[in-house]
């Protein structure tokens, strides 16, 4: 099992419908959570930080963390064209038994349809 | 304004050739980080580094080598011995020992010739 798992995408939803990304992980250890935007052939821009159980809202986007079952997601309301990119989820996870390093899944692109 | 300023932009290796990307932050951050990443795939840890004088292996160093001679510098060389070199690396950093997100830098994509 990877550390940090996404579903497997590409994702399409129409403009002005709800995106709904997710991610699971592997250490029940890990604490901090982070949802990263990232268009093509640019760098990976923070949009999201969670350390909580339950949802915690930020505009348009609200993340949502269930430490007992192990997964992160991230739903983006009314979307737009412009959300329209590579969303990568990371958590501090144990990497390779050595300290607790911040771990990427492999990325879900979304496509939101004019 | 702070941020992290990765140098150059593209560059391109020839066989057998060592190359060195530049990250340099303001943030005053403490902890530094190198990452690769290949299409379609997520970030993959090379180096990171927490203190000055120090750095730690990642996931996949091999055929990479990194210093730490200043704060506000961490720069990487990719050496003659990473056979497949192409990719986007990303420089990242963040305070240390903390709950707080990485902050990335605008990254270089690197080339075989």
């Known amino acids: 099992q990877k550390e940090v798992e996404q579903n497997s995408g590409p994702l399409s939803v129409p403009e002005g419908a709800i995106a709904s990304l997710n991610c699971t992980y592997s250490d029940r250890g890990s604490q901090s959570f982070f949802w990263y935007r990232q268009y093509s052939g640019k760098s990976p821009e923070l949009i999201m930080s969670i350390y909580s159980n339950g949802d915690k809202e930020d505009g348009r986007f609200t993340a949502q963390l269930n430490k007992a079952s192990q997964y992160v997601s991230l739903l983006i309301r009314d979307s737009q064209p412009s959300d329209s990119a590579t969303y990568l989820c990371a958590g501090d996870v144990f990497s390779s038994g050595s300290a607790r390093q911040l771990t990427f899944g492999s990325g879900t692109q979304l496509t939101v349809l004019p | 304004d702070g941020g992290i300023t990765q140098s150059p932009k593209y560059l391109f290796r020839k066989e057998g050739q060592n190359v060195t990307l530049s990250c340099e932050q303001n943030?005053?951050?403490?902890?530094m980080y190198w990452y690769r990443q290949d299409p379609g795939q997520g970030l993959r840890l090379i180096y990171y580094?927490?203190?000055?004088?120090?750095?730690q292996k990642g996931d996949i160093a091999e055929g990479y080598s990194v210093s730490r001679e200043k704060k506000e510098s961490f720069p990487l060389t990719v050496t003659s011995a990473q056979k497949n070199p192409t990719a986007f690396y990303l420089c990242?950093?963040?305070?240390?020992?903390?709950?707080?997100?990485?902050?990335f830098g605008d990254g270089t994509r690197l080339s075989i010739l």
């Open positions: 580094s927490q203190i000055v004088n120090d750095f």
């Open positions: 943030l005053n951050h403490d902890a």
């Open positions: 990242a950093s963040k305070t240390v020992n903390s709950n707080q997100p990485q902050h």
